[in-house]
């Protein structure tokens, strides 16, 4: 595996089809995120601390996207976007309504039916233009669904260099109401607060953080939009 491929932790919850699917490409991380129930407090919004510039990285072209720019049953929203440092990112959800060519359903545990997809559901993030996974092929950051209303919920930690656990990297997590926001807070005490996105006409929503080189995560916690917490997670790094 060459230092520019990731590993993924994200593990999916696919209502309905009653199973726990892993994604479809990497190795999973040591750590497994849980969730418990908590009340709690509203955490105010707040950014990460400034990284210092990376050096240039080579675009590398999509051409999952450039494909679905000309699809019309293709619908996609804007999660998150912005800079670390001198290094841009952006996060974006796509939700394909029928199965594109050349996906290919993988084979799920012994023992497990496979679910009836119809279409796909995408998690397109990018560091530096670069888009993490593209080494994995153009549905490499995608899973099947079993249409548009399904909820999906899951989280995962990506990157460019370390397979994902160093450097720069993207914290996304796919909710559901009455999930409205998360806040991450790194282990100096700094927050940062990401609303949840919802892709129209459809029952999928996410978010997005950002972490900068030399920051690390002490917990993840789900609001809801009154400023109840839903849960708290502190096995991520």
């Given at each position: 595996?060459?230092?520019?491929?990731?590993?993924?932790?994200?593990?999916?919850?696919?209502?309905?089809?009653?199973?726990?699917?892993?994604?479809?490409?990497?190795?999973?991380?040591?750590?497994?995120?849980?969730?418990?129930?908590?009340?709690?407090?509203?955490?105010?919004?707040?950014?990460?601390?400034?990284?210092?510039?990376?050096?240039?990285?080579?675009?590398?072209?999509?051409?999952?996207?450039?494909?679905?720019?000309?699809?019309?049953?293709?619908?996609?929203?804007?999660?998150?976007?912005?800079?670390?440092?001198?290094?841009?990112?952006?996060?974006?959800?796509?939700?394909?309504?029928?199965?594109?060519?050349?996906?290919?359903?993988?084979?799920?545990?012994?023992?497990?039916?496979?679910?009836?997809?119809?279409?796909?559901?995408?998690?397109?993030?990018?560091?530096?233009?670069?888009?993490?996974?593209?080494?994995?092929?153009?549905?490499?950051?995608?899973?099947?669904?079993?249409?548009?209303?399904?909820?999906?919920?899951?989280?995962?930690?990506?990157?460019?260099?370390?397979?994902?656990?160093?450097?720069?990297?993207?914290?996304?997590?796919?909710?559901?109401?009455p999930a409205a926001y998360a806040v991450l807070t790194f282990t100096?005490?700094?927050?940062?607060?990401?609303?949840?996105?919802?892709?129209?006409?459809?029952?999928?929503?996410?978010?997005?953080?950002?972490?900068?080189?030399?920051?690390?995560?002490?917990?993840?916690?789900?609001?809801?939009?009154?400023?109840?917490?839903?849960?708290?997670?502190?096995?991520?790094?």
């Amino acid at each position: 595996m060459s230092a520019t491929q990731t590993e993924r932790t994200r593990w999916k919850v696919l209502a309905g089809a009653g199973v726990a699917a892993a994604a479809a490409t990497g190795i999973a991380l040591s750590g497994v995120a849980s969730a418990s129930a908590a009340a709690g407090s509203t955490a105010p919004p707040a950014k990460p601390k400034a990284a210092a510039p990376a050096a240039k990285t080579a675009k590398t072209a999509n051409p999952a996207n450039s494909a679905a720019s000309a699809r019309s049953d293709v619908s996609s929203v804007l999660v998150g976007q912005g800079r670390m440092g001198h290094v841009t990112w952006k996060v974006e959800l796509e939700y394909y309504r029928h199965l594109p060519r050349g996906y290919q359903v993988p084979t799920p545990p012994p023992g497990v039916p496979t679910p009836k997809y119809t279409g796909l559901l995408c998690e397109r993030m990018y560091l530096g233009g670069v888009r993490i996974d593209h080494q994995g092929g153009p549905w490499a950051d995608c899973d099947g669904v079993t249409g548009p209303a399904q909820p999906v919920l899951g989280e995962g930690l990506w990157g460019l260099t370390e397979k994902g656990t160093s450097g720069y990297r993207l914290f996304v997590g796919e909710d559901a109401p009455p999930a409205a926001y998360a806040v991450l807070t790194f282990t100096d005490g700094h927050k940062y607060r990401a609303e949840s996105v919802h892709l129209r006409g459809t029952g999928f929503n996410a978010f997005a953080i950002p972490i900068s080189k030399g920051q690390y995560i002490r917990s993840v916690d789900t609001f809801t939009a009154g400023g109840k917490r839903l849960s708290h997670e502190t096995d991520w790094h």
